[in-house]
């Protein structure tokens, strides 16, 4: 890793020591510091936090451990105090981990009632062979070969490629690109995504797993297969250890795995490649006549994983506040830093995740909001009360990070009276980009929890950005369920109230192409504006916000813990 990353940014402020203030600045006077929340700074720290030298950030790797450190170092050249373990800015924690040695996939042929062994595939670190494992797949699994041509129901374009089929606890072979429009006619509906489908056949149609079929040539199946090797050994399963098996991240029994064509040539009984590719056309050209069909083939798979552990930290620096009577209550800020690390390359061959906007745009909010605050309290203006900045990790493998700290928290949970979470803040999503309405931010929280918290955000976006505050996602009905997808679940499990800022889900999550050219920096500043404004809002309030709805509070404690 390229350590030499922090050389090149000079942080612009000064290293002064909090000062003890007798008074409590005005909110006005505070909020006249948010000039120092800009497109620039934001850009400047995305950079480095979003790059490839820091391999996407993937929890308990190298490249978390330097954004980690980085994130120290800031703070501690603003002179913020820290808030971790033993006066540092760390909070240490360990995850137990599973360790995958290899995975074995063994084919069988069904021929008048007999069962025979045909091959037998060995996909490790030493070892690649004719299967890839993209995704899940953490049991074995054992079922028929069904190919169901491009593996979706679009009833209103009369496609039906998996009616009839019998596919639980079987494997689908499928192509892999979805034909959605050719030659000018749309096929497919294109708001059927690829994601949509798996969920379809895994979750839906309760498939043992999907053998995905590319147009890859050999040469680039075997490339493909090789990196795969290299990641196999990479800790998945993660669960923090003093929960015993609670708080695991989600584990993917189910698989999906690419098939080199040459395997799925032999499934499909053709003659070579040419014939693979005339059936793919055969299939567009014939689409809405295709039913699935089921081969006569047994596909046996089989993970052997170990277990083991890693270690990981949050990140804390804190702020107090000005008033002897409040300062002890806090207002936690709260974004991950963690991201997906190295997965499988998208078509550009790119196979690091930097999530610039997940979540690279939280954490250099939150960055620049301490930047600003204490460039105030360096000019005698604090608020009443404090300010905890707590950067997560772990978040992408099950919040458990939030997890850790909502259970050893540094500030007694009865003392935080809020916490706000930043993910996802720096893009606008494909139906407002369409509509040209992006000066929007969704708010996911507030009232559904705290009708005083909602009522603090919103003073604070009339007297800052006044931006669009979209509530489309604020309601514990959601099928998206954002309400517990991000960090600030873990707090109002705890009756602690919240919002969460966030401005949806777009082409790139979770993918190598979100990146740090495809953020809305002007529209980054402000939201994170916005976010200064509602924590002058907060810690300056004469009273505290009140937990008034006891639903969200209902719906957090009939949930796993």
């Known amino acids: 890793m390229k350590r030499v990353l922090f050389a090149f940014l000079v942080f612009s402020s000064a290293c002064a020591t909090q000062s003890e203030l007798s008074q409590v600045a005005s909110s006005e006077n505070l909020l006249s510091y948010s000039e120092l929340i800009t497109p620039e700074f934001l850009r400047q720290h995305l950079e480095v936090i979003a790059h490839d030298s820091l391999e996407g950030r993937a929890t308990g790797m190298p490249g978390q451990k330097i954004a980690a450190d980085y994130l120290a170092e800031y703070y501690s050249s603003l002179g913020i105090t820290p808030g971790g373990d033993n006066d540092t800015f760390f909070q240490k924690f360990k995850l137990n981990a599973e360790y995958t040695d290899s995975l074995i996939y063994s084919?069988?042929?069904v021929s008048a009632g007999d069962t025979l062994r045909y091959s037998h595939s060995v996909e490790s670190k030493e070892q690649t062979g004719e299967f890839i494992r993209m995704f899940g797949g953490s049991e074995p699994l054992k079922g028929d070969v069904v190919f169901a041509g491009f593996g979706l129901n679009d009833e209103a374009n009369g496609v039906l490629h998996l009616e009839g089929a019998e596919l639980s606890g079987n494997w689908?072979?499928?192509?892999?690109?979805?034909p959605y429009i050719v030659d000018g006619d749309t096929l497919v509906n294109p708001n059927i995504s690829s994601n949509s489908r798996v969920r379809s056949l895994l979750v839906e149609n309760n498939a043992a797993g999907i053998l995905l079929i590319?147009?890859?040539?050999r040469?680039?199946?075997?490339?493909?297969?090789?990196?795969s090797a290299q990641l196999i050994s990479n800790p998945s399963g993660l669960s923090l250890q003093y929960l015993e098996g609670r708080g695991r991240a989600a584990s993917f029994p189910n698989g999906v795995?690419?098939?080199?064509?040459?395997?799925?040539?032999?499934?499909?009984?053709?003659?070579?490649?040419?014939?693979?590719?005339?059936?793919?056309?055969?299939?567009?050209?014939?689409?809405?006549?295709?039913?699935a069909q089921k081969l006569p083939f047994i596909l046996d798979y089989t993970p052997y994983e170990g277990p083991g552990y890693i270690e990981t930290e949050n990140v804390l620096a804190r702020i107090e506040g000005a008033?002897?009577?409040?300062?002890?209550?806090?207002?936690?800020?709260v974004a991950h830093y963690d991201h997906i690390g190295i997965t499988q390359p998208d078509a550009s061959g790119d196979a690091i995740n930097n999530g610039a906007d997940d979540n690279g745009s939280g954490t250099v909010a939150l960055m620049n909001i301490a930047k600003t605050l204490k460039s105030a309290a360096n000019d005698g203006y604090r608020p009443a009360r404090s300010v905890l900045f707590l950067h997560v990790s772990a978040e992408e493998?099950?919040?458990?990070?939030?997890?850790?700290?909502s259970d050893h928290p540094v500030v007694p949970i009865e003392n935080t009276v809020a916490a706000f979470n930043a993910d996802m803040i720096g893009r606008s999503d494909p139906e407002n980009i369409r509509r040209g309405d992006t000066d929007y931010v969704y708010l996911i929280g507030g009232e559904i929890i705290s009708s005083g918290l909602d009522s603090l955000v919103q003073a604070a976006n009339h007297n800052s950005v006044n931006m669009r505050?979209?509530?489309?996602?604020?309601?514990?009905?959601?099928?998206?369920?954002?309400?517990r997808r991000s960090d600030h679940w873990n707090f109002g499990r705890l009756s602690v109230p919240f919002v969460f800022f966030f401005t949806g889900v777009h082409e790139d999550y979770h993918r190598p192409s979100d990146t740090v050219d495809k953020i809305d920096f002007e529209k980054l500043a402000r939201v994170t504006t916005l976010i200064y404004s509602s924590v002058i809002e907060v810690t300056n309030y004469d009273g505290r916000p009140v937990v008034d709805n006891e639903e969200f509070i209902e719906i957090t404690r009939r949930m796993p813990r």
């Open 107 to 109: 084919t069988y042929t």
């Open 257 to 291: 795995v690419q098939i080199s064509p040459e395997k799925a040539i032999t499934f499909l009984g053709l003659d070579g490649k040419d014939q693979l590719h005339n059936l793919r056309d055969d299939l567009i050209d014939e689409i809405t006549e295709f039913r």
């Open 214 to 217: 590319s147009d890859y040539t």
């Open 323 to 333: 008033d002897p009577d409040k300062k002890h209550e806090t207002l936690v800020l």
């Open 397 to 405: 493998v099950g919040l458990l990070g939030s997890r850790y700290y």
């Open 219 to 227: 040469s680039e199946f075997d490339e493909l297969a090789e990196i």
């Open 469 to 483: 505050l979209d509530r489309r996602y604020n309601d514990l009905q959601d099928p998206n369920q954002f309400y």
């Open 172 to 178: 689908v072979m499928i192509f892999e690109d979805i």
